[in-house]
């Protein structure tokens, strides 16, 4: 099975801190990516990577970035957190191809005070 | 850019059947996928339509009607644990998803 890890399940920040979450995935994946989801909304796309150290913006760039030094890790950075910010962070992978899915950690619900 | 529509909620009897519809409207298309996320859990493949007709796995099914811009997932047999969020992602040109808002369902005994 995948095993999408993110480095914390809650984490509580204050506004103007830098924000580094971390996922790992143990499948050999070339493709991740970052999203938030909020109430209403759903799932909207941050940034993601095709290979190491690529990135590509996806619809929500603003106020991120992200690092791929390695195949397996993928870092999301809040450079300032600011308060509309506070969001469930979900990270995923996948191989390449049309019919592959992407596997999805268990989130990270992120509140900027 | 996408626009994606499928109801906000749908509330279903154990043992009936449900139907979620999605329309879209997509720059490229690459297929379409549902997904399943039950409260505080990570969202769960489900399926993958990239042909028109209807796919069957199991008490699941998903429909697809690209020329419509139009699909449908099909849960039978509904048992409460089938409540749950679904989410219906169309997929552009390269690997990037676009998700709806989710339909909510509630399976009521």
């Known amino acids: 099975d995948v095993k999408v890890t993110q480095s914390s399940r809650y984490l509580v920040k204050r506004t103007g801190e830098k924000v580094f979450l971390e996922c790992v995935q143990d499948?050999?994946?070339?493709?991740m990516f970052w999203y938030r989801q909020d109430p209403g909304l759903g799932l909207r796309l941050i940034y993601f990577?095709?290979?190491?150290?690529?990135?590509e913006k996806g619809d929500i760039p603003e106020g991120y970035s992200v690092s791929r030094e390695k195949k397996e890790r993928f870092s999301l950075i809040l450079e300032s957190a600011s308060t509309n910010q506070t969001s469930m962070y979900l990270c995923?992978?996948?191989?390449?191809?049309?019919?592959?899915?992407?596997?999805f950690g268990d989130g990270t619900r992120l509140s900027i005070l | 850019g996408q626009n994606i529509d499928q109801p906000t909620e749908m509330t279903a009897t154990e043992g009936a059947i449900v139907q979620i519809n999605c329309t879209y409207q997509?720059?490229?298309?690459?297929?379409l996928f549902w997904y399943q996320q039950h409260a505080g859990e990570a969202p769960t493949f489900l399926s993958y339509?990239?042909?028109?007709g209807l796919e069957e796995k199991g008490r699941f099914s998903s429909f697809l009607s690209r020329s419509k811009g139009y699909s449908y997932l099909l849960l039978k047999e509904l048992q409460m644990k089938d409540s749950a969020s679904y989410l219906c992602?169309?997929?552009?040109?390269?690997?990037?998803?676009?998700f709806g808002g989710g339909t909510r369902v509630l399976v009521k005994p």
């Open positions: 995923a992978s996948s191989l390449t191809g049309p019919s592959q899915p992407q596997h």
């Open positions: 499948m050999d994946h070339e493709n």
């Open positions: 990577s095709y290979d190491v150290k690529m990135k």
């Open positions: 997509t720059s490229g298309f690459n297929g």
């Open positions: 339509n990239v042909l028109d």
């Open positions: 992602a169309p997929k552009a040109a390269g690997n990037k998803l676009t």
